[in-house]
């Protein structure tokens, strides 16, 4: 019972002090939504992606991903395309102003986990950076 307590404990701090619970910037500081952000950095990872593979990857709803995907639509950031072998998959894929949108965030983490992981003990970081992959197998697992 002390364990969960103490691992609940663990994951409430690193979120506060990550900045997960802000809605509204990303844990970088970023102004921009967390949810646009995930939403306009998995087709800029990829390049185009069918708007059902979000939805996968976020492990959110359809329809919940279909709004996130709006939002950067509507801003000009993103735009639906005719998949070119099938008329039902709805590709998306990021204009230039996108591009640009979702290179602020990505740059801005990339600085935020290279000075987290720069105050990590050497001896410790092994430990660090498998602790996620850890957590997440066991969270898939329940």
Request: net charge positive; proline share 10%; with cysteine.
């Amino acid at each position: 019972m002390a364990d969960d307590r103490e691992l609940q404990e663990a994951v409430a701090r690193f979120v506060r002090a990550f900045g997960l619970h802000q809605p509204d910037r990303t844990p970088c500081g970023q102004p921009v939504p967390t949810s646009e952000a995930h939403a306009l950095g998995e087709p800029a990872r990829d390049g185009s992606l069918r708007q059902s593979e979000p939805a996968h990857r976020l492990r959110l709803e359809k329809s919940t991903t279909s709004r996130l995907v709006t939002q950067p639509i509507n801003r000009g950031r993103a735009e639906r395309t005719p998949a070119p072998d099938d008329g039902r998959g709805v590709p998306v894929r990021l204009t230039p102003h996108g591009v640009q949108a979702a290179g602020r965030p990505a740059e801005a983490r990339t600085k935020r986990f290279s000075a987290v992981l720069d105050r990590v003990p050497q001896g410790e970081r092994a430990d660090v950076l498998r602790a996620p992959t850890i957590l997440t197998e066991a969270i898939d697992e329940t």
